[in-house]
């Protein structure tokens, strides 16, 4: 199977991406998606397309907006509610896209992972680099999104440069660095799949790695991801705001919790306001195929002024040009089964031992998120059993990296085939979402 086909639903989340939105009136408009070549340094060879509002903010922020695995510029244009955000509020929309066979933006190689190593980053941020200095743009308000592929260059953009990013928004995404595979691949399936645990301070050190030495402001960080998410798997929701409230020097308990329409949980860290440092949203029984609320990400970027933006005469000579294309790029049928995985050892390590669970509870009115981690004692475990008591009235609803047995009173969990080894000291996590009240859980574990 192909990389090309391995990212399951992004092709066809064009349709439902605008239908998705908030609806708006728009503003008639002649402005169209024009293309830029000669924008600087681009080792990779992306296209550049250019969306610039026919009234245009005086000093306009400048959204990047990534495209899906398979896709490209013009199509995340054509399918997402940007450009007439744009229209709107007076902003300028960066339409990049891939040149390579996969149509996937390099989030995995050592060179994508740092600041100025090469790769899809420097010809994006040439980019960034050419509106800023033909527009007069403002250099504090440069932010980005994405979705699927382009989520996880979100992460990569701002953690390879958190001084130029004023925040971003990651739709079905993974942490930064969390596909890295040494340029040997371009696709880690133990991260789609979930697999890839790690503590907060880990994540937030792999993001501080991009940039050495760096003490400046970290951008803000809006997260989306589905609950059902086939492709890029629900866990790695929860790892995204453990890296970035880690980015932030913030807990992972959320200072506000609220759920904005029915099926969604959203939980702001650091500050209760609509501009936190971390907001994150859950989708419950949501697919890869996400839809894609760009009002709400204009909103936590703060471009959603009520004040009709002054307007600012275009320069007096265009850039280099050719019209966009004519007809919408070819797109590749989603797989009917998921990414191949790499099977686990069939014979376990040697070695058995006690073990200890704790448990982190995000609560909020009529439900919770509980993320459990299992630390081995002085011996390596080869398997490994937590038994939980919920209080009455409380009910799982979803669980990742874990088998359970009951979903009310007392339940018990057991590894999956993919983290019952655990080594000596080290720690593994799973989690579960409910209905109710948790309350203080107090979880016990047994080896085996």
């Known amino acids: 199977m192909t990389l090309k086909t391995r990212m399951v639903g992004v092709v066809t989340a064009v349709v439902t991406l605008a239908a998705a939105a908030l609806a708006f009136a728009t503003p008639a408009s002649a402005a169209t998606l024009t293309q830029v070549t000669g924008f600087g340094t681009n080792p990779t060879n992306l296209q550049m397309h250019l969306y610039v509002p026919d009234r245009v903010a005086s000093r306009p922020a400048i959204l990047l907006a990534l495209h899906y695995c398979t896709g490209s510029g013009p199509a995340f244009h054509s399918g997402t509610q940007y450009a007439s955000l744009a229209d709107r509020y007076g902003f300028i929309v960066i339409y990049p896209s891939v040149t390579r066979s996969s149509k996937c933006w390099d989030v995995a190689s050592p060179q994508a992972l740092r600041r100025g190593g090469g790769s899809d980053p420097v010809g994006l941020m040439s980019m960034v680099d050419y509106v800023k200095q033909r527009y007069s743009a403002d250099p504090d308000r440069v932010f980005a999104t994405g979705t699927s592929s382009g989520a996880m260059m979100t992460n990569v953009m701002l953690g390879d440069y958190p001084d130029v990013f004023a925040a971003g928004a990651s739709f079905a995404g993974v942490p930064f660095a969390c596909f890295a595979t040494g340029g040997a691949s371009e696709w880690n399936s133990e991260c789609a799949n979930g697999q890839l645990i790690k503590t907060a ?75 936190a440092p971390v907001e994150a949203i859950s989708m419950q029984g949501v697919t890869h195929n996400l839809p894609v609320d760009a009002a709400q990400v204009i909103r936590f970027f703060g471009l959603d002024g009520t004040t009709p933006p002054p307007t600012t005469p275009p320069p007096t000579t265009p850039p280099p040009t050719t019209p966009p294309p004519t007809t919408p790029p070819p797109t590749t049928p989603p797989p009917t089964t998921p990414p191949p995985t790499t099977p686990p050892p069939t014979t376990p390590p040697p070695g058995s031992g006690d073990c200890a669970a704790t448990v982190t509870v995000n609560q909020w009115t009529g439900g919770f998120v509980a993320n459990v981690r299992v630390t081995a004692g002085s011996s390596a475990l080869n398997g490994w059993t937590v038994t939980i008591a919920l209080p009455s009235g409380a009910t799982v609803t979803n669980a990742w990296s874990a088998t359970n047995r009951g979903s009310t009173g007392t339940t018990t969990w057991t590894n999956v085939s993919y983290n019952g080894q655990v080594g000596a000291g080290q720690s593994t996590e799973f989690g579960f979402q409910g209905t109710g009240t948790a309350g203080s859980l107090s979880p016990t574990c047994a080896a085996g």
């Open 201 to 275: 301070q880990q994540w937030g050190d792999l993001v501080r790695g991009a940039y050495p030495g760096y003490t400046g402001r970290r951008p803000r960080m809006q997260i989306w991801h589905g609950t059902s998410d086939e492709t890029l798997r629900y866990p790695n929701f929860g790892e995204q705001i453990k890296q970035w409230t880690n980015v932030h020097g913030l807990s992972q308990t959320p200072t506000y919790t609220d759920s904005p329409q029915s099926g969604y949980t959203r939980t702001r860290y650091g500050s209760s306001g609509p501009m």
